[in-house]
């Protein structure tokens, strides 16, 4: 094992943990690690983001499902919908200019995450978190 | 997904964290193969993706372990941080 391999557990371990408490793929998380830390192109990134994607939240998911934090009717529809549109938006993304639908994304994430420090504000200070099992 | 689970669904942000990574499973079963046997030659650092797994498996049942610890305003502000920043970094380099 190298010192390379030993830094991908690292990056593996801060993305993963990022994942299980954001509930992000992580994909979000290794394709800039692997890009900026790794050296690697844009699309061996998302490549080997993607391969790491589904056991990473095969964990974290089935941490929650375990742990009853997730609701499981909303997880239904999204992923139904989710697998509906992975699959319309593969398909039309070969059609598409790549740089103006990463930008359309970036903008609605800045959106949604000024409602959401918005709505983060108007939460009581004093909240508790959820009791541990 | 997060987003729209909170804004518009009305779910708290531990709920909604939690529900998102569960509905990313058949997501990401369906579209890596897509992904995978579409675009020619799958473009993957196996060696990388391995010991990243390695790390991020480990990390994965620890943060979802920690986010019942994390209270619901830090946790918001938290999501909306790691947003603004992917946002930016979509907007500038696509």
Same mark, same amino acid.
């Given at each position: 094992?190298?010192?390379?391999?030993?830094?991908?557990?690292?990056?593996g371990l801060v993305?993963?943990?990022?994942?299980?408490?954001?509930?992000?793929?992580?994909?979000?998380?290794?394709?800039?690690?692997?890009?900026?830390?790794?050296?690697?192109?844009?699309?061996?990134?998302?490549?080997?983001?993607?391969?790491?994607?589904?056991?990473?939240?095969?964990?974290?998911?089935?941490?929650?499902?375990?742990?009853?934090?997730?609701?499981?009717?909303?997880?239904?529809?999204?992923?139904?919908?989710?697998?509906?549109?992975?699959?319309?938006?593969?398909?039309?993304?070969?059609?598409?200019?790549?740089?103006?639908?990463?930008?359309?994304?970036?903008?609605?994430?800045?959106?949604?995450?000024?409602?959401?420090?918005?709505?983060?504000?108007?939460?009581?200070?004093?909240?508790?978190?959820?009791?541990?099992? | 997904?997060?987003?729209?689970?909170?804004?518009?669904?009305?779910?708290?942000?531990?709920?909604?964290?939690?529900?998102?990574?569960?509905?990313?499973?058949?997501?990401?079963?369906?579209?890596?193969?897509?992904?995978?046997? %579409?675009?020619?030659?799958? @473009?993957?650092? +196996?060696? /990388? &993706?391995?010991?990243? !797994?390695?790390g991020?498996?480990?990390g #994965?049942?620890?943060?979802?372990?920690?986010?019942? %610890?994390?209270?619901?305003? @830090?946790?918001? +502000?938290? /999501? &909306?941080?790691?947003? !603004?920043?992917?946002?930016?970094?979509? #907007?500038?380099?696509?």
């Open positions: 094992m190298t010192l390379y391999d030993l830094a991908a557990i690292i990056a993305a993963g943990l990022l994942s299980g408490a954001i509930g992000i793929g992580g994909g979000l998380v290794f394709v800039p690690m692997l890009t900026i830390g790794f050296r690697v192109t844009q699309t061996v990134a998302q490549g080997t983001s993607l391969a790491a994607i589904v056991p990473t939240a095969l964990v974290g998911g089935i941490t929650h499902l375990r742990q009853g934090d997730a609701n499981v009717i909303a997880a239904w529809w999204l992923g139904g919908a989710g697998v509906v549109g992975a699959i319309a938006g593969a398909l039309l993304a070969v059609h598409l200019q790549s740089g103006v639908l990463a930008r359309v994304f970036g903008a609605f994430y800045i959106a949604a995450a000024l409602l959401l420090i918005q709505r983060a504000m108007a939460t009581r200070e004093s909240e508790p978190p959820a009791p541990s099992s | 997904m997060i987003p729209l689970l909170v804004l518009w669904a009305g779910l708290g942000q531990r709920q909604a964290n939690a529900t998102s990574l569960v509905a990313i499973i058949p997501i990401g079963i369906a579209a890596f193969p897509i992904y995978y046997f %579409r675009a020619g030659a799958p @473009q993957v650092d +196996i060696r /990388v &993706a391995l010991f990243l !797994v390695v991020s498996m480990v #994965a049942y620890l943060g979802a372990r920690a986010l019942k %610890r994390i209270p619901e305003r @830090q946790l918001r +502000i938290g /999501v &909306a941080i790691v947003m !603004v920043l992917v946002g930016i970094k979509q #907007a500038v380099l696509p």
